[in-house]
C-alpha cells in the first residue's frame, strides 16, 4: 500500500483529495490545524495529525509518525493562508503569517520527509496563478501571491537539487477555486472550478505527474486569475 501525505485536509481541495485517495486504496495521513472533518467521516486507511505549519514544535509528532511509514510515496503540500488587505494596512506580522504558512511550512515538512522518499517518488506543491510572473495581479493579495511565487522557485530549487536521487518535485499554479478560503477572502466571486474538480486533477497529477516533469510550474485555470 502505498503512503500519501497532504496538508490542509480541513476543508476544500485538501478535504476532497482525502476522499479520492482513501477511495483509491492509498495510506493517508492528512495534516491541518482542524483534524474534527476528517476523523468524523472515518475514512478508510487515513490517519490525521493536527499541525500548525508556522509552529516547529507542532513537527515532532508528525515526525515520529511518518517514521512509523518508513517510506513516503508523495507529498501533497497543499495547506495555504490566503490575506485580501490593502498594502498599506499590512504589517510585518501579516507578512510572516502568511510566508510562514505557504512557505516556511512547505520548506520543513519537505525536508522531514525527503529521507523517507525515493526515486520513484512525487512532492506536489499547490501555488496560485497570483504567483506567475507577468499574470494579472489584484490589489490585496501583496503577501499571498507574492509567497506563492516564493513557493514556485522553491520548487525549482529542491528538483535540481535532487535530481540524481530524486524525488521529483512540481508545482501547480491554481487558478481560481470555488473554496471556503477564496469565499471568505472574496465573499461576491464566484469561481468556475469547484473543489472536487480541481481535487481531481491534483490526485491524477500527483499519481503519474512526475513520469513527465520534473522542477516544473504547470498552470491550472481556466480564468484569470
Known amino acids: 500500500m502505498k503512503n500519501v501525505i497532504i496538508t490542509g485536509t480541513s476543508r476544500g481541495i485538501g478535504y476532497e483529495l482525502v476522499k479520492l485517495f482513501s477511495k483509491s ?62 498594502f498599506k494596512e499590512t504589517s510585518f506580522s501579516d507578512f510572516e503569517m502568511i510566508y510562514k504558512t505557504n512557505v516556511f511550512g512547505v520548506s520543513e515538512l519537505s525536508r522531514i520527509v525527503l529521507p523517507f522518499m525515493s526515486r520513484d517518488s512525487h512532492v506536489v506543491n499547490i501555488s496560485s496563478m497570483g504567483g506567475i510572473q507577468g499574470s494579472m495581479k489584484f490589489p490585496g493579495l501583496a503577501a499571498y501571491s507574492s509567497s506563492k511565487g516564493a513557493l514556485i522557485t522553491l520548487t525549482e530549487l529542491l528538483a535540481e537539487e535532487y535530481k540524481e536521487t530524486g524525488p521529483s518535485f512540481n508545482v501547480l499554479a491554481l487558478g481560481a477555486v470555488q473554496t471556503e478560503m477564496l469565499s471568505e477572502a ?7 472550478t469547484t473543489a472536487e474538480e480541481m481535487a481531481e486533477y491534483i490526485f491524477n497529477f500527483a499519481i503519474s505527474g512526475h513520469k513527465y516533469y520534473n522542477g516544473k510550474v504547470l498552470q491550472v485555470s481556466n480564468s484569470t486569475p
Open 25 to 86: 486504496g492509498y495510506n493517508v495521513l492528512a495534516l491541518s490545524r482542524n483534524i474534527k472533518p476528517v476523523v468524523e467521516r472515518k475514512f478508510n486507511n487515513v490517519s490525521a495529525i493536527s499541525i500548525d505549519l508556522s509552529n516547529p514544535n507542532d513537527y515532532n509528532n508528525v515526525s515520529d509518525y511518518i517514521k512509523s511509514l518508513k517510506a513516503v510515496d508523495i507529498l501533497i503540500n497543499n495547506a495555504g493562508l490566503l490575506l485580501n488587505k490593502a
Open 186 to 192: 472574496f465573499p461576491d466571486y464566484k469561481a468556475p
